[in-house]
């Protein structure tokens, strides 16, 4: 973790990168000599993401990189001190220099876990003026992660196990941060690889990537290659002039397919060319430059038989125009029969890479069975998150000196739940999840094969439940600052984002109109809740 | 630009920001001999934002920080050779290590400018694998730059000239770099400050921001103030007691208004009470904590009331819940009686500020003739740009080895439109806009007073146009590598846009069914396209 912290570090969020609001607080609890009071806050969303049923908690890796890093530096005191008033106490300014984190502690859920409204994604407790001054890197941190996380499973939900899905939106991201996000956290729920090579290297997800049209394009067929001779796979034989190759194949392709052999485009020929010159083990035919079928196609034959004789296996096609699945389709009925008529069996199942906007909906229809679709390239769906951009966690005061804080307002909505509170994922007898329970820290945890009353969320009346099983949600990461146990690698956090999901009945995992799922208050927490709303002092 | 760059460079794209297919077509030019072939790319938009009829181009500053400071490391090559074939030749990575921009040049519009469909917002030239790489991280620049500035500029339509807009979305950003462009972009397109502290501290944007719900539930009314007194503001007098006078205004405003002095929440006005000895000049009530007429409300007269006799005078109220005009109209009501009753004349005019999920609907209600709202705060809307998340920009190639490129493709929308060009604004006399006019570079540019004949996208009959000004829009940046103008300053280009957006009609600036802005081509950029369009190879 060290090295990912230093290559990061200056990258991720930062102190400064904060919401004003939070420095003229810290001010204001300074003036008041309540600068060091105990305080918690809980980090929750209100409602499931995309009008679903459930959320993936996603982020704390980049919230703990933030708190174990975070030090506000000189340069940052000296702005600050251009914004707050000219008379603002020195020591104050002093007291912000020496803030570090060591005496935050934090719980979390772990990432990939399943997340539901009112529960905590992380609770964060430490000196008032500084987990004040944490709120907005911590939301920005954790919102965008868990929502890309989420959109990621919803795809992969649609696409079933078995087809690859690579995101590629980096382009399209919001921001250059917004993109090493989303590659990190598309992964994280459950895409297979990302076109963005900065995750590749500071985050370890897997990349992927070929050509471009501008690679075929900027090719007129004019070009002389420096050196057209290739090896074969196993280097045994004696090197052979690929471009003839090519060409004698072209012939035969041609011929076999009723094309004229003027007709495929010679410049698309040569990029073919030169990639697999390059790339002999990995090359991939981007087929839409032209024409598909009179170019694309022909060409990419025609090179992969010419590697093919030399012992290598092309990896693939891509399309990102037209209808892709009915091109899949028809493509692969080609290469079924030129592997007949030529004798190659490897040609039949080339996989079939798409992409271009596709989005739910699309996804659903190349997912279908029977699709020869094989490889799926997704950016803006899964990048930007078109359906719903935001998740739009919170971050609320839940205690401040030991006692509980509620925010009451007159919008029901916006109310919060008061105390330190411990949170239990509740299981019956064969696995299934049942509902997800909120208590006072200092109650004890429910027990697995006894009754407990509950209070499910908007209910008047309280129901009773008997867990087989009783799970704690919330993991202690940071105690008093110091790490408490080493976070998950991003590959683990990915593989438990998909046993999570396993667990949650289909009707909680319906993409459109699902079943909630149920998170309730324990009579203790009701009780407070109801004691707070009465009057709003503790 | 110097600290600028300091400060920022490690936090902004780097070039390891990048699709992998940069990386793989890098070698394949490479391995064919064309590394060096010179090529221009033109980075542009198919569609206007958000179903408008404009844009403004933005995000240009960033890509001159990024383009000025690219230099691939060797941890980026040790990466690199890690996802490229083993046999990869070492030559391969030298070159890459040594690439910088300083071959590269750049023409773009100036940020601000108004932007159509199909006119580059970028021109980038240089060695053909140099101005391949760079691809990815500019559209990841400019593509989300240019949406915000946008956005921000029909929510500045929308809210009027008078309205404050201030932005504060970073936590509802993607991702912290998402969260700084937002801030910086959403100011250029026309909103007055953010909340950001980095954007601030880094861009220059004026910031604001003053306390949160959790500052005021964090106060019970039990604590004691360290130090009560307050100087009054010209210093001349003794200091006075808060607490304790705004106890007595808090009898006063309770008794006018018909409450219980018991009824507005101590904690409450403890947390005003300390908000204002932090801040006696800037002090602001939040008012929807727990009520806003029974509680918020009266507490925060009694403060302003307080603060008043000591020659003080608040900068406002906010409400972030429930019918923000309606509340605001009431309040602004209650305002005026209490001035009236206590002969405090600028009662009348504190100014009320808004925030809560506003949209350009609920925008449009807040700004409607006679609202009382005066500041109005906007987030998710403004930052993640929910009606389209990402503008879409592509960067396609125009030329290599000084001839013209083209993307034929089957989907005419894909299609691209070959050879380096120049672009102009033709005007009317009376200093309207007629319509964007793309040419051939090396054509003769069009002269005022002459009659031109042009071709409308999409047209199948040559227009004629007689422009009385013409102006060309594309400006020089960087000449092999060199830079060639300062950049305008932030708030330059932010006054450069509204400059621009106040010579478009209203027509094209209507929000929904614009009439659209035409682009038209030159006579032989046209003939260009059809003579490639009929074969494809030049």
């Not at 950016?379 to 971050?395: F, H, I």
């Amino acid at each position: 973790m060290a090295a990912e912290q230093d290559s990061e570090g200056l990258c991720a969020a930062r102190p400064m990168l904060t919401d004003l609001y939070q420095a003229t607080m810290a001010l204001g609890y300074w003036r008041a000599g309540r600068a060091r009071d105990p305080a918690e806050f809980e980090l929750f969303f209100r409602r499931c993401p995309f009008d679903g049923a459930f959320a993936l908690a996603a982020g704390l890796r980049d919230c703990m990189r933030f708190l174990r890093t975070f030090r506000l530096q000189d340069e940052d005191l000296k702005f600050l001190a251009s914004v707050l008033p000219a008379d603002t106490d020195p020591e104050f300014f002093q007291h912000l220099r020496a803030l570090d984190c060591s005496a935050v502690t934090l719980r979390a859920l772990p990432e990939g876990s399943l997340a539901f409204p009112g529960v905590p994604l992380l609770q964060v407790s430490g000196p008032l003026l500084l987990v004040q001054l944490l709120e907005t890197p911590l939301l920005c941190l954790v919102s965008y992660a868990s929502l890309v996380a989420t959109n990621a499973a919803r795809l992969r939900l649609i696409a079933g196990p078995e087809k690859r899905l690579m995101e590629l939106g980096l382009r399209r991201a919001q921001g250059p941060d917004g993109g090493l996000t989303a590659s990190t956290y598309s992964y994280l729920g459950g895409f297979d690889s990302s076109s963005n090579v900065l995750a590749g290297q500071l985050r370890g997800v897997p990349v992927a990537g070929t050509l471009a049209h501008s690679f075929i394009t900027s090719f007129s067929g004019n070009e002389i290659p420096t050196d057209p001779m290739l090896a074969t796979a196993t280097g045994e034989s004696p090197k052979v002039d690929l471009p003839t190759t090519v060409k004698l194949w072209l012939e035969r392709v041609c011929a076999y397919l009723g094309l004229a052999v003027q007709e495929p485009h010679p410049g698309e020929r040569a990029a073919f060319v030169a990639y697999a010159l390059a790339f002999p083990r990995a090359f991939q035919g981007l087929l839409d430059s032209y024409s598909v079928k009179r170019s694309g196609l022909p060409n990419f034959l025609a090179v992969a038989l010419a590697l093919g004789e030399l012992g290598y296996r092309p990896v693939g096609v891509r399309l990102d125009s037209g209808d892709l699945l009915q091109q899949a389709q028809e493509i692969r009925a080609i290469f079924r029969t030129v592997a007949a008529q030529f004798q190659v069996p490897w040609l039949e199942s080339v996989p079939i890479a798409v992409s271009n906007n596709i989005d739910e909906e699309e996804l659903a229809r190349l997912a279908q069975k029977g699709s020869e679709v094989n490889i799926i390239g997704i950016g803006t769906s899964v990048v930007t998150c078109p359906q719903q951009p935001s998740l739009g966690c919170v971050y609320k005061l839940v205690s401040v000196g030991g006692q509980p804080r509620m925010k009451l307002t007159e919008d029901p909505d916006k109310q919060t739940l008061p105390g330190s509170k411990a949170a239990f994922r509740l299981l019956a007898s064969d696995g299934s999840l049942l509902l997800d329970l909120l208590q006072l820290a200092e109650e004890a945890p429910p027990q697995a094969g006894q009754e407990l009353r509950v209070w499910l969320q908007g209910a008047q009346e309280p129901s009773t439940v008997r867990p087989a099983q009783v799970e704690p949600l919330l993991r202690l990461w940071l105690q008093q600052g110091q790490l408490c146990e080493p976070l998950p690698s991003l590959t683990e956090s990915r593989a438990f984002a998909q046993w999570s999901l396993s667990r949650l009945s289909p009707a909680h995992k319906q993409l459109k109109s699902p079943v909630l799922y149920q998170v309730a208050l324990s009579e203790k927490l009701r009780d407070l809740v109801h004691r707070l709303s009465g009057r709003g002092t503790p």
